[in-house]
């Protein structure tokens, strides 16, 4: 039986759907440039205003290319109160929550402290930024969840925020960037998956990032469209790494999301490292199986950007090599190429598959069940 929240009447709009929902991609952001320093020390308030934050891009800035509107976000998300899309729950609610029905939201803070070289400023940033979570989001709604942010490049570091966080149930789990300064299957972050599988928390690897290396493996393309294409590309640098250097053959109990980066991909890059790992299997005789295997047992993948083709049986096709049970829906809202909930799926999909795309997927993995009991799926919130 699908499990129904009570829709709201006055936010309630004709693109709602009944049956609730998890939204795995949600971007809350700051309203103000000093919103975090309540939860920073003294000390990084002076430093921020008198040397500012360097990201391992070199002197750039923001993002590489110009968005397509302001903050990559949709012109109608401004918060009527003000500031940048994104930054007010109010106006989230209203817009999106609860005319869209989502159960369980799920944040991915960007333009947080991964990436700056300053180690010791990135862990106080993204300490920072949990905090800021909990304080703003996850205590004023419960159907938010937050993902731990870690300075990913300080390994150590970011293996005690994850275990400072475990068992906090304001945290579903550990967000890093597919763009680092090496790829992720390296030694350097091996703390942060272990600390990961001990908390039993998934790692949600979103697309984007700033590793100081351009954005394609032939150097920096022109346009944004190609940074767009581009997502899909260097998430599958990352998982491929993963599975090449073992970690999951290490790390057995640990689970991945690819988030924003499509999922089209997924079974030819895995007849791809099928191929050449039968040839070139002396090389990495750490692993166990073939790359695939671990592939289906380890990675989830959140639907946002939705695959579009042009015959509804191709999607099929990849779907059911995935499996209906690995896919998060996702909306990337308040972003401009936001997925309408009411209109991502074509029709022919079973009732199962439905109810386990839109809900019942993210409640497995992210363990809601275990965690929470019903209560969790109850209308009301604080």
């Not at 936010?11 to 759907?17: E, K």
């Not at 960007?110 to 930024?129: E, M």
């Not at 493996?217 to 073992?246: F, N, R």
Request: glycine letters at 8%; hydrophobic letters at 35%.
């Amino acid at each position: 039986m699908n499990i129904q929240l009570r829709e709201r009447p006055e936010t309630a709009s004709p693109t709602s759907i009944k049956t609730a929902i998890a939204d795995c991609d949600i971007h809350p952001a700051r309203a103000t440039k000093d919103e975090l320093y309540p939860y920073l020390e003294k000390r990084w308030h002076a430093h921020l205003e008198t040397f500012g934050v360097h990201a391992y891009q070199g002197m750039m800035g923001g993002p590489p290319y110009p968005k397509a509107q302001p903050n990559a976000s949709r012109r109608d998300a401004y918060p009527p109160e003000g500031g940048p899309q994104g930054s007010s729950l109010s106006f989230m609610q209203k817009q999106h929550l609860d005319p869209n029905n989502v159960a369980l939201g799920v944040l991915n803070p960007l333009n947080t402290g991964q990436g700056i070289r300053n180690q010791d400023l990135a862990g106080a940033i993204c300490s920072a930024i949990n905090d800021w979570q909990i304080e703003k989001w996850t205590s004023k709604d419960s159907r938010l969840k937050g993902s731990v942010v870690v300075a990913n490049e300080d390994g150590m570091s970011a293996a005690a925020e994850i275990r400072k966080r475990a068992g906090d149930t304001n945290f579903v789990q550990v967000l890093l960037l597919s763009r680092n300064v090496e790829p992720l299957g390296q030694r350097r972050y091996w703390p942060i998956y272990e600390a990961a599988q001990e908390a039993g928390l998934p790692i949600g690897v979103h697309a984007f990032g700033f590793g100081g290396n351009p954005i394609t493996a032939s150097g920096w393309p022109s346009y944004y469209i190609e940074e767009m294409v581009g997502h899909s590309q260097c998430q599958q640098t990352a998982l491929a790494s993963l599975v090449l250097e073992g970690v999951f053959e290490r790390f057995p109990k640990l689970k991945m999301v690819m988030v924003e980066a499509g999922f089209g991909w997924a079974p030819s890059l895995a007849w791809r490292l099928d191929k050449v790992f039968s040839r070139l299997h002396a090389e990495v005789p750490h692993l166990k199986r073939k790359p695939s295997e671990y592939i289906r047992d380890h990675i989830w993948w959140t639907t946002q950007p939705m695959e579009d083709p042009e015959s509804r049986d191709h999607l099929f096709q990849t779907i059911e090599w995935i499996g209906w049970d690995r896919l998060l829906f996702a909306t990337d809202y308040p972003h401009w190429d936001y997925d309408e909930p009411s209109r991502v799926l074509p029709a022919g999909v079973s009732d199962a598959n439905r109810k386990a795309f839109y809900l019942d997927n993210a409640k497995q993995l992210y363990g809601m069940i275990r965690k929470s009991g019903n209560r969790f799926f109850e209308s009301d919130h604080a």
